[in-house]
């Protein structure tokens, strides 16, 4: 059994979104720098970005409205 470190791609922290827009759902990689997730609709191409608190969610999957 491998382990992958945080820092290659395949390892690297994800939320689940299902944008409400288009009825899609996509996955949203954390930044290198560790300070946010962000992505966009792959139909319509809205953006979103969630800010990394301390005091955050431990919640992995969203709706965006």
């Known amino acids: 059994m491998s382990t992958q470190t945080e820092?290659?791609?395949?390892?690297?922290p994800y939320l689940q979104v299902l944008f409400e827009c288009c009825g899609v759902?996509?996955?949203l990689y954390r930044d290198r720098g560790g300070k946010f997730y962000q992505g966009r609709c792959p139909r319509c191409l809205r953006q979103i970005r969630f800010l990394i608190r301390p005091d955050?969610?431990?919640a992995r999957g969203f709706v965006v409205r």
């Not at 820092?7 to 690297?12: A, E, K, L, N």
């Open 25 to 27: 759902y996509q996955r």
């Open 56 to 58: 955050g969610s431990p």
């Open 7 to 12: 820092t290659s791609f395949t390892g690297r």
